[in-house]
């Protein structure tokens, strides 16, 4: 006797992302499509992950006019490649944009600070190329991808154990930085249509503790300006005398 037939997927008209943007939330979002069309809404809530990941959902938003909403955090790889394509976005109750950096400000940075390092440059360099054409393509303004990491105000940039996924057997690149994660005022996105509210320095404290978020991020958030100045940042290794 044959099995019975596997039942028909159910496609949805909104999805819903959570976690880390990983190669496998892309993989599964790929195999997805292959049987359903695209949603008219995407829920996303991530404190962001790998850069081709999130281009890969950006472009998907931006070719398709998915509206992104907003629930709790889109962070790093998040807000830099899905919320700046995005056309319609709306922010859900005590919602959080936060900008942190890229592999082209982390690449940039390293080249002065410690080009001798012991990296992966070749990945290194491949993401940065999938941001800048990513960018290219969306008509968005390069200085987004250079400006974030110079508002932490990074004050040494040194090599660890790689934690990403998948981690290289080479050692990865991270800072030290006086802010966490830069949130932008709302007069930034001037041609984006933002429903739903975008949060002020004096309501950061209150969403933190209603999104149970670590108490770090009070005190580390830098909420002011726009895309102003180069993007350049005071780049040296961790190892110098300070």
């Known amino acids: 006797m ?8 159910t496609c949805y008209e909104q999805q819903l992302l959570v976690g880390e943007l ?3 939330r892309m ?3 790929q195999a997805y499509l292959r049987h359903c069309p695209p949603p008219k ?3 996303v809530s991530s404190i962001g992950g790998e850069s081709r990941v999130g281009v890969y959902f950006g472009r998907l938003i931006r070719d398709n006019n998915i509206t992104l909403i907003i629930r709790g955090i889109c962070g790093s790889s998040c807000a830099q490649f899905m919320f700046l394509p995005a056309r319609t976005v709306v922010l859900e109750r005590s919602s959080l944009v936060l900008f942190h950096n890229t592999s082209n400000s982390i690449l940039s940075a390293f080249l002065t600070a410690e080009p001798g390092a012991k990296l992966d440059w070749p990945r290194l360099r491949a993401s940065a190329k999938v941001e800048r054409d990513a960018y290219a393509e969306w008509g968005i303004d390069r ?7 110079a508002r932490l105000e990074p004050v040494c940039f040194y090599t660890g154990e790689d ?7 080479l050692p990865a690149p991270y800072y030290k930085s006086r ?5 932008p005022d709302r007069s930034a996105f001037p041609d984006k249509d933002i429903a739903g509210t975008w949060p002020t320095a004096k309501e ?10 670590p108490e770090a991020y009070v005190e580390w958030i830098l909420t002011s300006g726009g895309l102003d100045g180069s993007g350049v940042v005071n780049a040296r290794s961790c190892g110098e005398p300070r």
């Open 2 to 9: 044959l099995p019975d037939p596997a039942p028909p997927l």
């Open 22 to 24: 990983t190669d496998d």
């Open 27 to 29: 993989e599964a979002e």
């Open 41 to 43: 809404s995407l829920i």
């Open 143 to 149: 200085r987004w991808l250079y400006a974030p990491l």
């Open 163 to 169: 934690r990403r996924s998948p981690p290289s057997p």
């Open 179 to 183: 802010y966490i994660g830069w949130i």
């Open 204 to 213: 950061i404290p209150i969403i933190v503790h209603e999104r149970q978020l």
